[in-house]
């Protein structure tokens, strides 16, 4: 099990690994190519986070990774449009100042797809690399803010108390490093919690058990191992038995990005409602927004879902989700997540404005703060970001009455310093501010 971590894992780190220094112009080689494919061309689990294969893996998560669906119900909520194609050729500039299209710079940056949503309406849609709006792709992390939106739903209901200990409602966490933090501090990636996700270091918790138990990454031999000869199968193992307190901070503190935090609040939402991860999801949300295509969820080696960065599901169901969360939880009329716990993401403390400036991966980029599981920009207009690793998010503007959703097939998967990520958010904002006039 100590062998040499091959692939490296990094759902969690959303963004700030590895700095790059420029746009990389995308590769052009073939992925799958032929009937069966070559070799050289064939997607492995092993290779379906690199570039150029996860241009083809992140729209076919269900080849590499284990899988479990979420189906689609009820009446589509049509988006009429596109209304204004033109958009593609809407002037924004990158973070190097260059000039260019709104296409041209996503089809640059790696995008696999693009939606442009104000108010009701599409306003426009583009599609790279074979993508196209029938195709389910995976979310990472963007999965997060999906979590924390069940969570929601349990808190207003009085079944959850966000002052209390995830020990309340997970007994098996007692003496593990998330006894003594608050689902609150969880929802902020504020716990203090002693694992860090490395991606060097092959003898770490990270690369031995948490990475082959999520069953995201891939590590030789971990898909044989069998949960009668394994201390740590499943997801769910790791986080009671591995995760420790971090005794030099005290939980609410600091921010900490870290994945195990929303695994966490996955299982406690499956606990209390009694219910699948994915079932809770899926008659709770996902049969309510009026999607068009059934989503899946990435299941760990236990087969239990992957909250923390399993999602999967088209452009535009990604954008009906962003829609329902800017429309503070309604959808047709319907709430469908309590306004007040929609509303309670933007409500932004002096200490959680702090906590993101004193991080030193993200301190000097343009989040204001980290908050119930979303990405802020700018409170005051209701702008965030859900956001995923390789360059996937789901863009909020409430004064702008907009929503935009973008795929991506990034190289690298950080984004605190990757050009490619701060392109396309660039952009974004830039039509944004546009789009309120």
């Not at 992390?141 to 939106?149: D, E, H, I, N």
């Not at 069953?215 to 201390?231: E, I, T």
């Not at 049969?287 to 969820?297: N, T, V």
Request: aromatic share 10%; with cysteine.
């Amino acid at each position: 099990m100590k062998a040499i971590l091959i692939s490296y894992f990094t759902v969690a780190c959303v963004i700030g690994c590895i700095p790059k220094l420029g746009a990389e112009e995308p590769t052009k080689t073939t992925v799958m190519d032929g009937f069966p494919p070559t070799r050289e061309s064939q997607a492995t689990m092993q290779n379906y986070r690199e570039h150029p294969f996860n241009q083809w893996t992140f729209r076919n998560a269900g080849a590499p990774l284990n899988v479990v669906m979420i189906p689609r119900e009820g009446k589509i909520r049509e988006l009429p449009g596109p209304t204004q194609p033109g958009l593609a050729d809407f002037m924004v500039t990158d973070v190097g100042g260059k000039i260019m299209g709104l296409d041209t710079l996503f089809s640059t940056n790696y995008a696999d797809g693009l939606v442009v949503v104000k108010g009701g309406d599409l306003l426009h849609e583009s599609y790279f690399n074979q993508f196209n709006g029938h195709a389910q792709h995976l979310w990472f992390s963007m999965s997060k803010s999906l979590v924390s939106s069940a969570l929601g739903l349990l808190v207003a209901e009085g079944k959850v108390d966000l002052t209390a200990s995830p020990v309340k409602y997970i007994p098996e966490l007692k003496g593990s490093g998330f006894e003594r933090v608050s689902l609150q501090n969880v929802l902020d990636m504020a716990s203090s919690i002693d694992f860090k996700e490395t991606y060097t270091d092959i003898n770490s918790d990270f690369a031995v058990h948490y990475a082959p138990a999520l069953n995201l990454g891939w590590l030789k031999g971990a898909a044989d191992v069998q949960p009668d000869s394994a201390n740590i199968y499943g997801v769910h193992d790791f986080l009671a038995k591995f995760i420790k307190p971090d005794t030099q901070r005290k939980p609410g503190d600091n921010f900490d990005y870290n994945s195990s935090n929303a695994d966490v609040l996955g299982w406690i939402i499956a606990r209390v409602s009694g219910q699948p991860f994915q079932d809770y999801i899926q008659q709770n949300i996902w049969s309510k927004l009026g999607a068009e295509h059934d989503a899946y969820i990435a299941v760990d080696r236990a087969f239990m879902p992957a909250v923390t960065g399993g999602m999967n599901s088209t452009t535009r169901d990604a954008a009906r989700f962003g829609m329902m969360i800017r429309d503070r939880g309604q959808i047709n009329g319907e709430q469908v997540i309590p306004s007040s716990w929609v509303d309670s993401t933007l409500d932004i403390t002096d200490k959680l404005r702090s906590n993101m400036k004193a991080n030193l991966n993200y301190g000097s980029e343009p989040w204001s703060a980290y908050h119930n599981m979303w990405w802020l920009l700018d409170e005051t207009k209701g702008e965030y970001c859900a956001v995923g690793i390789h360059g996937q998010v789901i863009y909020i503007n409430r004064a702008a009455d907009t929503v935009m959703v973008w795929f991506s097939s990034q190289p690298g998967a950080s984004a605190a310093r990757d050009v490619n990520f701060k392109s396309k958010l660039k952009a974004a904002r830039t039509l944004a501010d546009y789009l309120k006039k």
